[in-house]
């Protein structure tokens, strides 16, 4: 792979067959936004799009959990015309007509590296109960309505994180010679690695999600990645076995070059599944996951790895016999992207299948028995799972009722509910119905309105408290919170 420089802007070429590909990334992702700029990089690419000439055969774009990123395929000609433009719109952002653009901009097109509906998806709430309202924890949480984004505030965002320093241009060729790339000066920004609550063993507790999940962080290592594949295969025969409707999802985060958090997401292949059934599934996984640490991986287990290790990959097109998708044109250079960006990259590159043939059970049951101390499994609100050797980690609960304006249920959803909810000068307090107390602070409190129903978020703890019965409350919490803190759950 060779390296170079164009107008300050890092460019990494290497050859791979067909016609030329590129990706222009950006150091830039939820760990430069806060609780109340949610969406703020989404709304640069959105500006940006609304500008694009696209003269590219094919073009893309993605704002992950890791970067933002520009994609493109075409001639020569074209993707040095369509990157120079991307360039030379960043640099005049915001655009005369900024409330026109933003009120057009589609906050369902921003995507969060796998969090589908974040607010009910368990990698959503196992990350916001890791590292609560920063970096990856916010992914969770719905974007601030676009329109209240001022000017200055996106002027300043796009100073900062979308500059040449902070770029990198990873292409299938060599840069063609009229490529130019005239985006602001600015120097690569680092990200500090994001610390997660102090927790030591394992430990489940329930959310407003649906389904289940299973979250731990461990080294960056293509072996872990190994080991994740195999619990997930015998997860998934564990579970068609039980007859449940759920199939597992592989998770990954890059922190930083020595630390990333995995994951494994049970999702539902129904609309609508059963809490029992959610939890019944939560007990496979951890089971699955204590009897490979307790037995390691069997020869099956590597034999199967080494073959997927040795097989070329088969791509999307090549199943749907169409031409090559973008996408999977630079696939291997965006990780050689994010290790300049980041110094590490989301997905290790697999190890050769000789390292994997000397891998033994003994240095799996290593390798896994470090996931435990930072282990979490999130289950449906009303589970009670039963998961040996993990300590079940509640939301914080008082018994003191703060005072202020107390709100009960409306009268049709009143019968069987002995709650309140208590709206003081600086806190919302939800009181269920054997006087457990869970206190929001109105300067950490989020209130969504999401298909129909209205939820009490704290960000602090990463959980949510559904309050659609407190209707007069709803008002109320409307005329006291901030704006910016109402939001409305955009489906992604």
């Not at 057009?104 to 607010?119: E, N």
């Not at 902070?166 to 063609?176: D, S």
């Not at 896994?368 to 009303?382: F, I, Q």
Request: net charge negative; proline share 9%; aromatic share 6%.
């Amino acid at each position: 792979m060779q390296r170079r420089e164009i107008d300050g802007v890092t460019v990494l070429e290497e050859k791979i067959p067909g016609p030329l590909a590129g990706t222009l990334s950006f150091g830039c992702d939820p760990r430069d936004e806060d609780l109340d700029t949610i969406g703020l990089t989404h709304v640069v690419q959105e500006l940006v799009l609304r500008a694009e000439p696209y003269v590219a055969d094919q073009c893309t774009e993605m704002t992950a959990l890791s970067e933002t990123s520009f994609t493109a395929a075409g001639s020569p000609v074209q993707i040095a015309e369509h990157f120079a433009a991307i360039c030379t719109i960043l640099n005049g952002l915001p655009p005369a007509d900024l409330a026109d653009a933003l009120a057009d901009a589609d906050p369902g097109d921003r995507y969060l590296g796998g969090v589908d509906d974040g607010l009910h998806d368990p990698w959503g709430s196992l990350l916001a109960r890791r590292y609560g309202p920063r970096g990856p924890g916010l992914a969770r949480w719905p974007v601030v309505d676009y329109r209240l984004f001022t000017a200055d505030e996106i002027g300043r965002h796009v100073r900062t994180f979308f500059t040449a320093g902070n770029a990198v241009l990873a292409l299938t060729a060599a840069a063609p010679p009229a490529m130019r790339l005239p985006l602001p000066t600015g120097p690569r920004v680092t990200h500090p690695t994001p610390s997660g609550r102090y927790q030591s063993g394992p430990v489940w507790y329930a959310d407003q999600v649906r389904g289940a999940g299973l979250a731990f962080r461990a080294e960056p290592d293509a072996a872990a990645i190994m080991l994740l594949r195999v619990l997930m295969s015998r997860v998934d025969t564990a579970l068609a076995r039980a007859g449940l409707p759920y199939a597992s999802y592989p998770e990954f985060l890059a922190l930083d070059a020595a630390l990333h958090e995995y994951g494994l997401i049970l999702r539902t292949r129904q609309k609508k599944a059963k809490g029992s059934d959610a939890a019944t599934a939560a007990e496979i996984l951890w089971a699955e996951m204590q009897r490979l640490i307790g037995e390691g991986p069997s020869q099956a287990d590597l034999d199967r790895e080494i073959a997927f290790a040795e097989a070329p990959p088969v791509t999307l097109s090549q199943l749907r016999k169409e031409p090559p998708d973008v996408l999977e044109r630079v696939g291997p250079l965006e990780s050689a992207a994010q290790r300049e960006l980041f110094g590490t990259t989301e997905f290790v590159p697999p190890d050769p299948p000789d390292r994997l043939r000397r891998f033994t059970p003994e240095a799996a049951r290593d390798l896994m028995a470090g996931w435990l101390s930072s282990a979490m499994v999130v289950v449906p609100h009303g589970t009670r799972p039963a998961l040996p050797g993990t300590a079940e980690q509640a939301c914080p609960r008082g018994s003191v009722q703060p005072s202020g304006e107390v709100y009960r249920p409306a009268l049709l959803k009143r019968l069987g509910s002995n709650g309140v909810l208590i709206v003081s000068s600086d806190s919302v307090a939800t009181v269920d119905g054997d006087g457990d107390v869970h206190t929001v602070p109105l300067a950490d409190a989020l209130l969504i309105e999401w298909d129909g129903r209205f939820l009490l978020a704290h960000p602090g703890h990463g959980c949510v408290t559904d309050i659609s019965s407190y209707s007069a409350a709803i008002v109320r919490l409307r005329s006291v919170l901030r704006p910016r803190r109402v939001r409305q759950e955009h489906r992604l």
